[in-house]
DNA sequence: CGCATTTGACCAGCGC
DNA sequence: GCGCTGGTCAAATGCG
């Protein structure tokens, strides 16, 4: 684990896979058989009588990625995170966890993401921010900060993320 | 018993 | 207009 820090380029989609297709996802199979229950759909629960918008298309949540050299996927940042869904991407051959964390009122994801080249490295990726302390103080954490590297920022003009993390 | 995890299916957005 | 990908939800199951 000599190399903590990697240099990114920008090569996240590019790979090669092409084609795409070869899976078999798509099986029809009977789906609810009944519609009056609005299920699935995933967020069909608000029915189309809710005045809400579409929960605003645009969400300005900040998004951070960093990508961590970790032999689990699963890096205890001190929050206490639910997988709630996985699916396999194309540009890469493993498939991609998506975690949720699960304090009330704290809307933040964080996608994990192994890249198909090197298993080694993994991606993970923060959407929005803790609005609650951390649970367990994690010493470790801040090693894997010093292992984790930004390589992309989306949206939020700060600078260094990280520091509003710790603050 | 409670919580976390897993799998499948559907939807939505975007591209061509 | 259709196809494809990515993303999320929902329910069921297992484990602590």
Redesign the pocket.
């Known amino acids: 684990m000599s190399h903590c820090l990697f240099s990114v380029s920008k090569n996240e989609e590019h790979s090669n896979s092409t084609?795409?297709?070869?899976?078999v996802?798509?099986?029809?199979?009977?789906?609810?058989e009944d519609p009056s229950t609005g299920?699935?759909?995933?967020?069909?629960?608000a029915d189309a009588f809710v005045g809400h918008k579409?929960r605003e298309?645009r969400e300005r949540r900040p998004r951070y990625a960093f990508q961590t050299r970790s032999q689990v996927d699963?890096l205890d940042d001190g929050y206490?995170?639910?997988?709630?869904?996985?699916?396999?991407?194309?540009?890469?051959n493993f498939p991609?966890?998506?975690?949720?964390c699960?304090y009330q009122g704290c809307d933040v994801?964080k996608?994990v993401q192994r890249l198909s080249r090197d298993q080694g490295v993994v991606v993970t990726t923060y959407?929005g921010t803790h609005t609650h302390p951390i649970e367990k103080t994690n010493d470790n954490f801040e090693h894997i900060l010093t292992q984790m590297q930004v390589y992309s920022k989306l949206n939020n003009t700060s600078s260094t993320f990280i520091n509003d993390m710790f603050q």
């Open positions: 084609d795409g297709g070869g899976n996802e798509r099986n029809s199979r009977h789906v609810g299920r699935d759909g995933g967020r069909g629960e579409k298309k699963i206490r995170w639910r997988k709630y869904g996985q699916k396999a991407v194309k540009n890469n991609r966890s998506y975690y949720r699960t994801k996608q959407e």
